[in-house]
DNA sequence: CGGTTTTGACCGGCGC
DNA sequence: GCGCCGGTCAAAACCG
């Protein structure tokens, strides 16, 4: 029942590194409704990006420049934690911004996210640096747990869980401060796989859904003959 | 009946 | 030290 998609191309902690992260703010635009092959099958992708220098497209399909496969961000600040770090347009800072009011932590009811069965209607897929250069590593003395390499993007799409591929199950779902719409948490179902994901609507369009992935999958796609793409597709689980 | 979703509680990091 | 907040847990509800 998950139909995710886009064979979790991003989840591979392209854009993880974060050195890379900090020195290529990208915010690139895919754009290439012709590119068939990237298993971005239900969007399109618009636009060519540049990751760190590299062509987006190429990265997608795998080329991207040594990452450090794992590299968590070790001792870094979780993801939007740090609000010296963050920058002004870093997604996370305005997701997860602090700025006072409210413990929102419980749970919105009635938001009924997670219907894997949907494809998204569409179109646009936005991979975003700003929310990738947030996690830039605050220097701190202590080492934290280490982090899987994370990965995001945006999407214009009307359904919030795209299909990549693999099966995904939801653990939780949270209201994130100054947001109005909750932030899905999805876990893969594959055993020994420890990949997670989030997902959640840019509060300023939402319209606009930012999928975050953390983690590689250590298997293919659950249903990735199926489903995806002609032939020449890469399949592309890093 | 097994797997998934929902959702309140809990945990731990971080800023003040 | 305390409170805030994001992330996770887990029991109950739900669904096919």
């Not at 770090?85 to 997604?91: G, I, K, M």
């Not at 419980?106 to 998204?120: C, D, I, L, T, W």
Request: with cysteine.
């Amino acid at each position: 029942m998950f139909p995710s998609t886009s064979n979790g191309l991003m989840n591979q902690g392209l854009v993880e590194n974060p050195e890379i992260m900090a020195t290529a703010h990208m915010g690139f635009n895919l754009q290439a409704s012709h590119l068939p092959p990237l298993s971005f099958s239900p969007y399109s992708l618009s636009k060519t990006c540049t990751v760190g220098g590299e062509d987006a497209v190429s990265c997608l399909r795998g080329n991207l420049p040594s990452l450090p496969p794992d590299h968590g961000d070790d001792g870094s600040g979780r993801l939007g934690q740090s609000s010296t770090q963050r920058s002004s347009s870093d997604l996370w800072s305005r997701a997860g911004d602090r700025a006072a009011n409210g413990k929102g932590s419980s749970v919105a009811a009635g938001e009924h996210y997670s219907n894997n069965k949907n494809r998204p209607a569409a179109n646009n897929i936005v991979i975003d640096s700003l929310s990738v250069g947030a996690m830039r590593m605050k220097k701190v003395k202590v080492r934290r747990k280490v982090r899987e390499p994370r990965f995001c993007f945006k999407t214009m799409s009307e359904v919030d869980v795209l299909d990549d591929g693999y099966k995904w199950r939801k653990y939780g779902q949270k209201v994130v401060k100054n947001t109005q719409h909750p932030r899905s948490y999805y876990r893969c179902t594959q055993e020994n796989c420890r990949v997670k994901k989030r997902i959640e609507r840019m509060a300023e369009d939402p319209r606009m859904v930012i999928t975050t992935y953390e983690g590689r999958h250590v298997h293919s796609p659950s249903h990735a003959e199926e489903e995806s793409q002609p032939s020449s597709e890469v399949t592309l689980f890093w």
